[in-house]
């Protein structure tokens, strides 16, 4: 088979390997251009190609829960990119890594394009595979809605309080111990990567168990992950009947929530047991008024609650947490010590977040038990050197970067978002969507959509026209150096 161009297009010629590895990589940076990297990274990031030949491209996922999200929401457009790369792809193939029977093959005709919102979709039984007849589908259902377990270690005793993370504390220990009409409904907990918001919400349901109240924990994906089972095995009622059926609703991350149906039901749940009396905790690493994918009902309920950001650490609580970590290592390992001097150095020089604390605490424990020596400052700086040096640059997101500007130019979010063209509105418009293209991964398409809805042309022309006032105004240049280094610090 020849392409207008006279290329061999054949399956056979498919099966190059370097040429598939090739053909992925495109598809995956379309995907990712297309979808915008928090979907990309939630759904896409460990999605890879196992095989291309015969005109079918078999990839794999790590859980049943991604193959069955993807299938629902994204195959078919997942195979309209691979197609546009490589016409020779006729069908897609998705299964889960490990398994060795391929799930059912939808093929390309006559097919609609799936929405990322649209409902799950029941189809016909396929072949069954390993992953499929592992467990029936109502036992599935009822093991997933028992929810994830608490860790034993995450407790208010283990939780080290400081100024960035005392309000949050207060509230989650008085909801856990609590008897009576929920407070706080719902209990709203924001904070960036590694602040200890993981922690609390185990410490709550910790608390909250052994005032005898009835618990379920769900990560985001699990609540999908159940509800999107439930559809399939047709127990949703009892799925929402058991979720309202309880005392304390916990469920973290809950800007990974998505799809319509999906969002509707979690909706309503809130809804339910808010008006039932029963108690909600919710975590996101954001405001609920930035949680611009979920469902606006949705997000007016959990900014209705009481919403407590946990701030960054400070070098005083960076020194706390070291200490109660080294403190537990010392009981398993008693001979291990870090000078008073050492812990003060390595709180200074980590501040990002606790889990490169407790990273550090690891490799100090690795090198004192490893060399047989003690724990210098000089061994220190060598233990923690990639903590250090290496960390990763902050990930910059929009709603930062609309706040920031609109800060600091006295005019609200809102305005920038809005279709106001006064000049005191439109200068700050066009620097965030300048600054939203040189900070972040975004596509100019996702771009115009955080904006309001804006075409992605208008963002180009605010790019190129900053771009130009910067090369024209060295003060405008030096102003949004400036909110750049803000951004990323």
Request: charged share 30%; with cysteine; glycine share 6%.
């Amino acid at each position: 088979m020849e392409d207008a161009a006279g290329e061999d297009t054949s399956p056979a010629n498919l099966s190059d390997e370097n040429v598939a590895k090739e053909t992925w990589a495109r598809v995956r940076r379309r995907l990712r251009a297309e979808l915008g990297e928090d979907v990309f990274t939630s759904w896409f990031a460990r999605l890879e190609l196992d095989t291309l030949g015969d005109g079918c491209a078999r990839l794999t996922v790590p859980t049943r829960f991604l193959k069955s999200w993807i299938e629902a929401h994204y195959l078919d457009r997942v195979l309209d990119i691979y197609r546009a790369e490589e016409r020779g792809v006729e069908r897609i193939a998705l299964f889960v890594r490990g398994t060795t029977t391929r799930d059912a093959v939808r093929r390309t005709e006559p097919m609609p394009a799936a929405r990322a919102d649209a409902a799950p979709r029941r189809e016909a039984p396929s072949t069954p595979t390993p992953v499929a007849t592992a467990t029936p589908a109502t036992a599935g259902a009822e093991s997933d809605i028992a929810g994830a377990p608490l860790d034993p270690r995450l407790t208010f005793e283990s939780f080290v309080v400081g100024r960035s993370n005392a309000l949050a504390h207060a509230a989650g220990d008085r909801v856990a111990r609590h008897d009576g009409p929920a407070l706080y409904n719902p209990l709203y907990l924001h904070a960036g990567v590694g602040l200890g918001k993981t922690h609390l919400l185990h410490a709550i349901g910790h608390g909250a168990r052994a005032q005898g109240k009835r618990v379920i924990y769900l990560t985001a994906d699990r609540f999908m992950y159940g509800f999107v089972s439930a559809l399939k095995a047709q127990t949703a009622l009892a799925f929402k009947e058991r979720l309202r059926g309880i005392d304390l609703l916990i469920i973290d991350d809950v800007q990974f929530i998505q799809g319509r149906t999906i969002q509707q039901e979690f909706g309503h749940t809130l809804n339910a047991l808010i008006d039932a009396g029963r108690q909600v905790v919710i975590a996101a690493d954001r405001p609920p008024a930035d949680l611009e994918s979920l469902d606006e009902r949705a997000r007016s309920r959990l900014a209705g609650g009481l919403v407590v950001e946990v701030g960054n650490l400070d070098e005083d609580l960076r020194h706390a947490i070291l200490g109660a970590r080294i403190a537990a290592v010392r009981q398993t390992h008693p001979t291990f010590d870090v000078a008073p001097d050492v812990i003060a150095w390595v709180a200074r020089q980590i501040t990002t977040n606790g889990r490169d604390l407790e990273g550090a605490v690891n490799r100090l424990l690795a090198h004192a038990t490893l060399t047989g020596t003690a724990v210098t400052l000089e061994t220190a700086e060598t233990a923690i050197r990639d903590l250090v040096k290496n960390r990763e640059p902050k990930r910059v997101k929009i709603e930062e970067i609309q706040k920031l500007v609109a800060s600091r130019y006295n005019v609200s979010r809102s305005d920038i978002l809005s279709e106001r063209r006064t000049a005191a509105v439109v200068r700050p418009r066009q620097i965030a969507m300048y600054l939203s293209k040189t900070l972040t991964l975004r596509s100019l398409p996702e771009i115009g959509r955080r904006f309001g809805g804006r075409d992605h042309t208008t963002v180009l022309h605010a790019v190129r026209k900053i771009e130009k006032a910067i090369g024209e105004d060295t003060t405008l240049g030096e102003e949004v150096e400036l909110l750049k280094r803000m951004l990323q610090e």
